[in-house]
DNA sequence: GTTGAGCGTT
């Protein structure tokens, strides 16, 4: 199973490989995606990491305001698009 | 050569 996490605070120059190996460290990256504006193709400041349940709770909890690009890493997890219960 | 609260796309 796997379960999106919610990156923000992120560096104007963050990229998918910095995220990738920034929750590398804590599991297996199954998706790294960072959200950037289509127009000017510059980031918009907050991505969103798949990885499996245990290690994307695992790795908000342990890399949750860690250091990420020289900036405090902001991690939760991600809900606003399909939200729970039925 | 910028900005800074925020939840996406095949």
Same mark, same amino acid.
């Given at each position: 199973m796997v379960k999106s996490i919610f990156v923000g605070n992120l560096a104007w120059s963050a990229e998918d490989d910095d995220l990738r190996n920034f929750f590398a460290e804590c599991?297996?990256? #199954? /998706?790294? /995606? #960072?959200?950037?504006?289509?127009?000017?193709g510059r980031s918009r400041g907050f991505a969103f990491?798949?990885?499996?349940?245990?290690?994307?709770?695992?790795a908000i909890e342990t890399l949750n305001g860690k250091n990420l690009m020289g900036r405090p890493a902001t991690l939760s997890e991600a809900k606003a698009r399909e939200p729970r219960r039925s």
């Open positions: 599991g297996t990256v #199954i /998706r790294v /995606r #960072i959200m950037k504006d289509q127009e000017t990491v798949d990885m499996d349940a245990d290690e994307a709770d695992a």
